[in-house]
T-cell receptor, first 115, second 112 residues
Framework: GAGVSQSPSNKVTEKGKDVELRCDPI?????LYWYRQSLGQGLEFLIY????????KSGLPSDRFSAERTGGSVSTLTIQRTQQEDSAVYLC?????????????FGPGTRLLVL | QQQVKQSPQSLIVQKGGISIINCAYE??????FPWYQQFPGKGPALLIA?????SEKKEGRFTISFNKSAKQFSLHIMDSQPGDSATYFC???????????FGKGTLLTVNP
């Protein structure tokens, strides 16, 4: 069984451009989480999905950020009109279900650099 | 508001020594406290976790100590090895949601 995969592994973009980051969770995992890891700032929760719905979007920093999940599997995080402060590692994690205290399995992340 | 405070930011230990990383939390609804280990270029991976009904949990060289009244918990790495060099994050979960609130991380370097 493959783990969580993310693509691209690295992305360099120019300020003002839109970017899409992809996450493939572990097969059969129903819950999916997005986090942002900035240098020296730990991991910041962005959004999570149960199936295709997002019960908690509270961590999305602005309306430039959006995410969707289709077919209960792949998720895409979109950042519109990127800014330099968006530069970070974007991590995706998945869990088998949505019950308390489940282990979150993380992907390797997408390193985004906005010039 | 930083709900989970982690210290130190970085730590250098000699091989064979004890590494200690501390975390403090504010939200009394938290009821699950995992530690994640992250190597460069990789995503975090669960190392060990504790629930507040116990004061200590040990798995091999890794021990979590938990003080509910002080709202603090710590990770102890005994007989630290160079392969333990990584960034360690404490986290907390609880209340009505399933998201993890992370500390800012501790970069551990174990010198040979």
């Amino acid at each position: 069984g493959a783990g969580v995969s993310q693509s691209p592994s690295n992305k360099v973009t120019e300020k003002g451009k839109d970017v899409e980051l992809r996450c493939d969770p572990i097969s059969g995992h129903t819950a999916l989480y997005w986090y942002r890891q900035s240098l020296g700032q730990g991991l910041e929760f962005l959004i999570y999905f149960q199936g295709n719905s997002a019960p908690d979007k509270s961590g999305l920093p602005s309306d430039r950020f959006s995410a969707e999940r289709t077919g209960g599997s792949v998720s895409t995080l979109t950042i519109q009109r990127t800014q330099q402060e968006d530069s970070a590692v974007y991590l995706c994690a998945s869990t088998l279900g949505l019950t308390p205290q489940e282990t979150q399995y993380f992907g390797p992340g997408t390193r985004l650099l906005v010039l | 508001q930083q709900q989970v405070k982690q210290s130190p930011q970085s730590l250098i230990v000699q091989k064979g020594g004890i590494s200690i990383i501390n975390c403090a939390y504010e939200n009394t609804a938290f009821d699950y406290f995992p530690w994640y280990q992250q190597f460069p270029g990789k995503g975090p991976a669960l190392l060990i976790a504790i629930r507040p009904d116990v004061s200590e949990k040990k798995e091999g060289r890794f021990t979590i100590s938990f003080n509910k009244s002080a709202k603090q918990f710590s990770l102890h790495i005994m007989d630290s090895q160079p392969g333990d060099s990584a960034t360690y994050f404490c986290a907390a979960e609880g209340g009505s949601n399933y998201k993890l609130t992370f500390g800012k991380g501790t970069l551990l370097t174990v010198n040979p």
